[in-house]
């Protein structure tokens, strides 16, 4: 079974060392000074006190590796359609490509039963470029729960969290999703296969749209986001507006808000992904968390005040540090 990560950073990194440890098949897709220290000293991965360097095949041109069974896209949403071309070697009539990325998928509408069946989300597939260069047939979901960092070149720091969680788009249940389940587990990895995916990406989303903005507009952590009663209060009213969305297009939340709220501060002293884009000078990930779900509310006329104000202030703020995607 060949595997192969395009964007092999944090959560790449932790999926590439992790399967390339159990004797998997595994290639990694990465650039810059990343690369360089992988190809030249391995990947390192560090899980609480143990740090283990492996040998791992990674290059930069996906073209050197053949078609793939399962392609991992574990890049930052708004760097896939600049890779779409290139990825198109690695695929072939049977590949299946696993979307492990956050937020809402453009994918999102493809084989969901109902009147927007195969609905097209104009902010994260802009000119369909996605769709038609990687196919939504090939789509795999995957939700990420871990949390991880590269700390330096070739270096992951993987913080916590093991579930790697998988779904057909139209619900089946099949063999290429099965056969990754296998292949993750023996990599000692929780991957459960689930008969909505949507509502998996629904409940992580509820965090990523509310948290992620908040902590860059705040510089907070996750602990004091979740518990400060003004950044709780807004966050709270932006789930509750995105469940509103969610729920007229089919979703059940196995949850409630304010358990989801818990289980964000539970995570404790964490800058989310967005502050550390926003720290480091990089395109902050705002359409596929919150313009995305923005987008949603006006497809089924859902009303979303409070969302509407965070995603003007969190653009302007990505705007004015040069961090906003093109
Ligand atoms: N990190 C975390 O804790 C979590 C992340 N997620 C989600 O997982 C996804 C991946 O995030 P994460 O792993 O943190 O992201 P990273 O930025 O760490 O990894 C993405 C990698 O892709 C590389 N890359 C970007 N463009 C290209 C290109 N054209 N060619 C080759 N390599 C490229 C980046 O390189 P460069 O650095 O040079 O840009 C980077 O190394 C995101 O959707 C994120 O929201 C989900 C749960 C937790
Ligand atoms: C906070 C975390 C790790 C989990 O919600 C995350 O997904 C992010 O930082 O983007």
Redesign the pocket.
Known sequence: MRICIV???????VLGARLARAGADVSL????P?LEAMRTHGLTLIEGDARETLPVRAV?TPADLGVQDYVFV????Q?VP??VERMQPLLGPTTAVVW????VPWWYFHRLPGPWEGHRLACLDPGDVQWTGLGPERMLGCV???????IEPGVIRH?EGHRFTLGEPDGSKSERADRLSRALRDAGLKAPVRPDIRTEIWVKLWG?LSFNPLSALTGATLDVLCTDPGTRAVARSMMVEAQAIAETLGVRFPIDVDRRIRAGAAVGAHRT?MLQDLERG?PM?ID?LVTAVQEMGRLVDVSTPTIDTVVSLVRLRARTAGCLAD
């Not at 964007?7 to 990194?13: D, L, P, T």
């Not at 574990?74 to 949403?77: E, I, N, P, R």
């Not at 990420?144 to 590269?150: D, G, H, K, L, T």
């Open positions: 964007g092999a950073g944090a959560i790449g990194g897709v990465a650039r810059g990343h930069e574990t890049l930052k949403a760097s600049a890779m492990a990325v956050n937020g990420v729960y871990p949390a991880a960092e590269v913080i990523n992904s990089r990930e596929a």
